[in-house]
């Protein structure tokens, strides 16, 4: 655990909107005077993983005076509960992640995932409760210890292509989580944790609306 104020690093990829009630939560965890901050949003950067990128060399920068204990992935379009930052600090845990919905033509689905033979398998829906250990979280919510980062190679966030045509693939975070677990990092997901994914409406109200759906 870390003695005294915790120096975190707040990575924050944006297109230029940041949603309003992420805002107001960040805003209360920077003024509550427990953590000293480094602010760092990338504007504009496409696609995503370009923008983590950079934002992976500018922690790399001002961590040589700054010498952080985490790094935070907020990404613009997500929003955290209020208690999720000081939660995740208690674990005391290489990286843990909220859980995030993302959205395929099946419906909403939390981005948990195990490796299996063929590639990647979402968790078991039974196991959809407390911190899970995985392979594969999310950076849209996402807290890290410092030297996680520091032990990437540059270059780490990327689209990993698996078809020839180059319409299929793994996205930067499944790319960056394997490498992380292949450096001995360990990579947990908190189910009791569910942070909004904001597009046209909620997923977290999509999911409720569709699991409701099929009770009936």
């Known amino acids: 655990m870390v003695e005294g104020k915790p120096k975190i690093f707040l990575a924050l990829p944006t297109l230029g909107y ?3 009630v992420l805002w107001i939560t960040l805003m ?3 003024v509550s005077g427990k953590y000293t901050w480094q602010v760092a949003p990338k504007l504009h950067y496409t696609p995503h993983h ?10 790399m920068h001002q961590d040589q005076d700054m010498h952080f204990d985490y790094v935070l992935w907020c990404d613009a379009d997500t929003i955290p509960p209020e208690d999720a ?6 674990y005391d845990k290489d990286i843990v992640c909220g859980a995030v919905h993302t959205f395929r033509p099946f419906g909403p689905f939390f981005v948990a995932w195990n490796r299996v033979d063929k590639g990647f398998r979402v968790v078991d829906p039974k196991d959809w409760h407390g911190l899970q250990p995985v392979d594969v979280g999310t950076l849209s919510f996402c807290l890290m210890k410092a030297d996680v980062l520091r032990k990437m190679p540059p270059g780490c966030f990327f689209w990993q292509e698996t078809d020839e045509w180059g ?8 790319v960056f989580f394997t490498q992380a677990k292949e450096l001995g990092f360990e990579v947990y997901v908190d189910f009791d944790t ?3 994914h904001m597009k046209e409406v909620g997923m977290l109200h999509v999911a409720e609306l569709l699991g409701k759906a099929a009770q009936k």
């Open 18 to 20: 940041t949603h309003t």
């Open 28 to 30: 209360q965890w920077i």
């Open 50 to 59: 370009r923008a983590r990128n950079a934002l992976h060399k500018e922690f």
């Open 85 to 90: 930052l000081e939660k995740f600090i208690s």
């Open 167 to 174: 319409t299929e693939g793994h996205s930067e975070d499944t």
């Open 194 to 196: 569910p942070c909004d």
